[in-house]
């Protein structure tokens, strides 16, 4: 990184969401850098997964069904010109127990989106996937065209290909910024100063430690916990083709992914958000 020289836009977070911030910029023949304090989609970002479900399904909110679609045409591409998959199709089966809300505005959100579905009742799941129990559940919701990205192989081939358009990259931390005034700049822990027209600060659940005024009492970063099962060697019952990606949303959240033969993930998350805790800690 050369000190001093001015940029169009600086990203600050090199997780997905800065990652393909600098990418779109620098294809926009943005002059670009890229900052991480830590790394791409490293081990404390939410980005630095194995891997994480891309599914169509958000009830009535359309937007992000529409993004979701939008954005698996753009990972497909992207590993396309890079050579390397990282999409796997497992399909995504959302389970619902009685008379789901969330489901039933799923099935309307996807009809308007032309987005493929097949919506299956217990007796049908039963007959399909004979290898798990439906307790509790009434309904399945399956995406056939979505699956699962492998998360941080993901964010460092967006990282790779931004650098191929020209963004720069660096590992720095930012300080947080002073001054009620626009941004022209921002120092880093290194002692770098940098110059930019434009600064994006996509920092995932450090941004209310670095805007703490106006940030902290509105985002509360929390904690999910996530466990890694495998079955006996050889079952090959819960992997894909037999069982696609699943998920279940009641109090908790359960997902289930399987990418490849290595990988088994559940993650588990309390009424959809986990406990809260301060980012950098352990508490
Ligand atoms: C366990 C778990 C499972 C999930 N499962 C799914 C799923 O299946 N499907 C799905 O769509 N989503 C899922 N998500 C959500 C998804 O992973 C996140 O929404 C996404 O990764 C957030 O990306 P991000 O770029 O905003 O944040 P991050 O990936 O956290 O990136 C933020 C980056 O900013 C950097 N940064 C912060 N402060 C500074 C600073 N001062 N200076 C320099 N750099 C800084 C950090 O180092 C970090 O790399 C899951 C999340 C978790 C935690």
């Not at 199709?89 to 309307?108: H, I």
């Amino acid at each position: 990184m050369s000190q001093g020289k001015a940029f169009d836009a600086v990203v600050i977070g090199a997780g997905v969401f800065g990652a393909w911030t600098a990418w779109h910029l620098a294809k926009r023949k943005q002059r670009v850098l890229l900052l991480d304090a830590y790394g791409a989609a490293h081990s404390r970002a939410s980005s630095g997964g194995e891997s994480r479900i891309i599914r169509m399904s958000y009830g009535p909110d359309e937007i992000y069904t529409r993004w979701s679609r939008n954005s698996l045409a753009q990972w497909k591409e992207l590993f396309a010109a890079a050579g390397e998959n990282l999409f796997h199709q497992t399909g995504v089966l959302w389970l619902a127990g009685e008379n789901d809300p969330t489901l039933r505005e799923s099935v309307k959100t996807l009809g308007r989106c032309e987005v493929k579905y097949e919506l299956m009742e217990r007796a049908e799941l039963e007959k399909r996937y004979p290898q798990v129990n439906f307790a509790d559940i009434a309904q399945g919701l399956l995406e056939p065209e979505s699956g699962a990205l492998l998360a941080r192989r993901a964010v460092a081939c967006v990282v790779q290909d931004a650098l191929r358009h020209g963004v720069e990259f660096a590992i720095e931390h930012v300080n947080q910024p002073t001054g009620a005034k626009a941004l022209s700049q921002i120092t880093t822990a290194s002692g770098r100063t940098i110059s930019a027209g434009q600064f994006v600060f996509a920092c995932g659940a450090w941004l209310g430690k670095v805007f703490p005024e106006i940030l902290k009492s509105r985002i509360f970063p929390t904690r999910q916990e996530v466990f890694f099962f495998g079955p006996p060697s050889g079952d090959a019952r819960f992997a894909p083709p037999e069982l696609p990606t699943w998920l279940f949303q009641a109090d908790d959240v359960y997902a289930w992914i399987r990418t490849h033969n290595r990988e088994w993930l559940a993650q588990r998350a309390r009424n959809g958000r986990g406990s809260t805790w301060r980012v950098d800690s352990q508490r």
